[in-house]
């Protein structure tokens, strides 16, 4: 028996309208046996019976055995204010491949019908500031693992990252989500239980083996070639062994794609911390390849491997891989893996153009920009600079034509709830760090001034503004590396789409483009 546990919103009458029962919502958990029911508070019907809610024996049963977890949940306010459902299931069913080949017909059915039903009806209009301005604003693509909201900040199969952190198994109560429970929500839309969890870790360990070719792939290359150029090269030798290139190359149905596709995207996920870590190693320490421990998590044996085995290093790096692994669709790195994915390149393929993409200054390599500048601000000014020497230094900055790095994002349009959870990691595990106090003062400091600017959008901190300090802290100092973490941890939302890219049967991208002299020939014809 398959049990399904939800957090949603009790439907209670109140009164009538129009002759009709209406209901409001409380908080309460369902209970569903056998299949699996997504209830949306937001787009409910108005008029709706109890009778909704309906009961057997083993689901009231059920319901009874998980009484104290429907107490814990019901005491959290952040998941009464919207329903999210949930799913726990029985310990046996522990294998992710089984569990996307129940879903995915289902999936496939459903995107059928959507075409069928609504494929002519209109997303919105493109407007020339659209076509020449980077598609800012342009609705194009299907992105089924997570979606990024101006205001609320990005939802991992509708789950936000307070309630990631509430919901997801970690590796100790009150801990971090552990990535691998990320990975499995992102992939099924269901929160793991912690058995669950466990087995794919075990999985993702027995993939990690990476053979001596990659490393000395990576050798080949000048020691002082930056991080992100052997990484991606490292990325581009593991394609050798691709089970998705081997099976089309024998002949595979285009609806067996999928399968060989999570061979290679698990095998991905499992081997870039191994590859990611060699790199660090050979460019800052002493080249020496520390093995993965199997006692450890995803998380904490990417920090093994780097060469930190302090349990707050280990629990940072859990935060750090989870919140970076995906940012819906549109972002230049996820983008381009489906892109170069939709000509049918084998995962492995796809990653290293992600990573070529999240690699420029505008994107990944952000983060280290934002350390940099930080560092530089306490060189001229010293760590006990006060408010106006800080406001003489970002207008500086800004008069000098440059930016300042951590503020703003092309979506978001309030403080990146990435950056509000690495926040809270710091008050909680380093709260005198002197950076992370600077860090607080430019989140005091620098929002107004970009307001007063007059030409920035969001003048609130993003990821990037916070996520240096936090790894400076633990003594990964590096800040030419910090963009290799960011490519580790958007594995696992790529790799987790590439899978759905293929099971849903999603075409070749192929937008189409113009030129300046067709827009203004376009443009006066309308005009006229």
């Not at 759905?500 to 203004?520: C, H, Q």
Request: with cysteine; aromatic share 10%.
């Amino acid at each position: 028996m398959r049990c399904h546990l939800f957090c949603g919103e009790k439907i209670v009458k109140q009164n009538k309208k129009k002759g009709k029962p209406v209901y409001k919502y409380q908080s309460v958990i369902y209970y569903w046996v056998g299949g699996l029911v997504k209830f949306d508070y937001h787009s409910a019907p108005e008029f709706l019976s109890p009778e909704f809610l309906t009961f057997d024996s083993s689901a009231m049963a059920f319901l009874r055995s998980v009484s104290k977890l429907r107490s814990r949940l019901g005491q959290q306010s952040s998941l009464r204010d919207s329903v999210r459902w949930l799913q726990t299931q029985t310990s046996s069913d522990l294998d992710l491949h089984s569990q996307l080949k129940e879903l995915i017909p289902e999936q496939q059915e459903r995107l059928k019908k959507l075409k069928a039903e609504h494929g002519k009806v209109q997303l919105g209009n493109i407007t020339v500031d659209m076509v020449i301005g980077g598609m800012r604003g342009m609705t194009g693509l299907l992105w089924e693992t997570s979606l990024l909201d101006p205001d609320e900040g990005i939802r991992f199969r509708g789950l936000s990252i307070p309630e990631c952190q509430k919901v997801l198994p970690a590796a100790k109560p009150g801990g971090e989500p552990l990535p691998e429970g990320l990975l499995w929500l992102l992939l099924t839309g269901k929160v793991p239980s912690k058995e669950q969890v466990d087995a794919l870790s075990s999985e993702l360990r027995s993939r990690a083996k990476v053979p001596d070719y990659v490393f000395k792939a990576i050798d080949a290359l000048p020691v002082g070639a930056h991080p992100m150029t052997q990484f991606t090269t490292g990325v581009m030798a593991l394609q050798v062994k691709s089970e998705f290139s081997k099976a089309y190359d024998k002949g595979i149905p285009k609806s067996k794609y999928w399968e060989p596709t999570y061979e290679d995207s698990l095998s991905l996920i499992a081997q870039v911390p191994v590859v990611a870590s060699y790199v660090y190693r050979r460019i800052y320490k002493d080249g020496k390849i520390i093995p993965v421990d199997d006692s450890l998590d995803y998380g904490a044996n990417f920090a093994h491997l780097l060469g930190f085995d302090d349990h707050k290093m280990q629990e940072l790096m859990r935060l750090y891989v989870t919140i970076h692994s995906d940012h819906e669709g549109g972002n230049v790195s996820a983008h381009t893996g489906h892109l170069v994915a939709s000509a049918l390149s084998d995962p492995y393929l796809s990653f290293a153009a992600a990573l070529n993409g999240l690699a420029g200054p505008l994107h990944g390599l952000a983060n280290q920009e934002v350390l940099l500048w930080i560092k530089s601000v306490v060189d001229e000014c010293g760590e006990n600079i006060t408010t106006e020497q800080l406001k003489d230094y970002i207008w500086k900055t800004l008069n000098s034509g440059k930016v300042v790095p951590g503020f703003g994002h092309g979506v978001l349009r309030k403080t990146d709830p990435r950056y509000t959870c690495q926040r809270e990691f710091a008050l909680k595990h380093m709260p005198d760090d002197p950076l992370f106090q600077l860090v607080s003062k430019l989140y005091d400091v620098v929002p107004p001034i970009l307001t007063e600017l007059g030409k920035v959008k969001n003048p609130w901190p993003n990821v990037d503004a916070h996520s240096g300090v936090l790894l400076n802290h633990f003594g990964l100092t590096e800040a030419r590396y910090f963009t290799v973490l960011f490519g580790v941890s958007r594995s696992i939302g790529i790799g987790s789409q590439l899978i759905w890219d293929r099971a849903l049967g999603l075409p070749l991208e192929r937008p189409k483009s113009v030129t300046m002299e067709s827009l203004e020939s376009y443009c006066k014809k309308a005009a006229s």
